[in-house]
């Protein structure tokens, strides 16, 4: 039978860590363990690194900034693995955290090590050769809805987040924000910008009532029941989580489904596999999330549009690094026309004010 489990490649040039260092380290917290050290990476992500390492029979998974980013607030170790220490009593599809290490001297950058959550990971379309019917992606896609009300329901006072952040201003806080990194990020101009400035500042929502929010949610951070693709065991990638509005979590999910009727350059960067057979609309996503939470989604135009935006100005951010030497990664080279679809795609969505 077939083997989907997502599994690590070697690690990308530019992206190697000190095994010697690494390896020491281990060893000291882990006395006893069989000799030889084993590194490789997983695929996808272009923000915090993972790695699979192995010393020895011991396994686990190990998280550290990007080399080259001076963006430090988001990539803070410390904060994820507090969060993650917090939060996988009260909502077990968050991994294990094992560790945490501050000490710069061991890998040039903190980080932390968590249990592997073994399963599916469908990145822009399933694996090779697993069956994805649509019963199977309507399924998954329903169960990835559930899944983020289930998060939002979560007493986040009582797991210890309450001083995870600000609830009250967040919106606003969070449009001031993002302009703010575009434009110390730029590298090329673009025109839409300028629009979507004055449409965020002239209709920013009030503040609802504030839940734990993920805030990069999608398929590819979550990993699947390899007897069951439409069941989710996992929720990775916790680094931009936070307390905050629950609809622009809803909004960065839907900023990353694109629909066959779609223009073509959002075709061309389509994340999962959401134009397959069986596979919901956005607006049908929308109810099925307004259903389960009770949640008021008229308004979600502007989550979608703003999150659009911050996805284009996520990836301006990585191409700015690109272009400015600090990151050798080949992957980036073409970034520059993604913050252009997702630019367009904002402001269509501002435009239209609908999904």
């Known amino acids: 039978m077939p083997d989907f489990l997502d599994q690590p490649r070697p690690v990308r040039s530019g992206e190697e860590l000190d095994a010697a260092r690494l390896e020491a380290f ?19 992500g272009h923000s915090n690194l993972t790695y699979l390492v192995r010393l020895g029979m011991r396994e686990f998974v190990l998280r550290r900034p990007p080399f080259g980013s001076k963006v430090k607030s988001a990539h803070d ?14 909502y077990p599809p968050a991994p294990v955290v094992l560790f945490f290490c501050e000490d710069e001297s061991v890998l040039g950058a903190p980080f932390y090590a968590m249990e592997r959550v073994r399963g599916v990971i469908i990145r822009r379309d399933p694996p090779a050769g697993l069956p994805f019917p649509a019963d199977i992606a309507r399924r998954l896609a329903t169960a990835f809805i559930h899944n983020l009300v289930l998060l939002h329901a979560l007493d986040y006072q009582a797991i210890g987040l309450a001083d995870l952040g600000k609830p009250d201003g967040y919106m606003a806080r969070q449009v001031r924000g993002w302009i703010e990194r575009y434009h110390g990020s730029v590298t090329d101009e673009h025109p839409e910008v300028a629009q979507l400035t004055s449409w965020f500042n002239e209709r920013i929502p009030a503040s609802t009532s504030a839940t734990l929010i993920h805030n990069d949610y999608k398929y590819d951070n979550l990993v699947l029941d390899p007897q069951d693709t439409g069941r989710i065991v996992g929720v990775l990638d916790w680094e931009m989580s936070t307390i905050g509005d629950p609809l622009s979590d809803l909004g960065t999910a839907l900023a990353y489904w694109v629909e066959p009727g779609d223009p073509e350059d959002m075709q061309r960067i389509r994340w999962c596999p959401s134009t397959h057979p069986g596979s919901p609309s956005r607006a049908e996503l929308a109810s099925l999330y307004a259903q389960a939470s009770g949640r008021d989604v008229s308004g979600l135009a502007f989550y979608l549009a703003f999150a659009r935006f911050k996805l284009a100005v996520i990836v301006q951010q990585i191409y700015y690094r690109y272009r400015q030497g600090l990151t050798q990664d080949s992957r980036f080279a073409q970034m520059g026309e993604v913050v252009k679809t997702m630019l367009r795609a904002a402001l269509r969505c501002a435009e239209a004010n609908a999904l």
């Open 77 to 90: 170790m410390g904060r994820e693995f507090r969060v993650l220490s917090r939060l996988h009593g009260a």
């Open 26 to 44: 281990l060893r000291e917290r882990f006395p006893g363990s069989e000799p030889g050290i084993e590194i490789a990476q997983f695929p996808g």
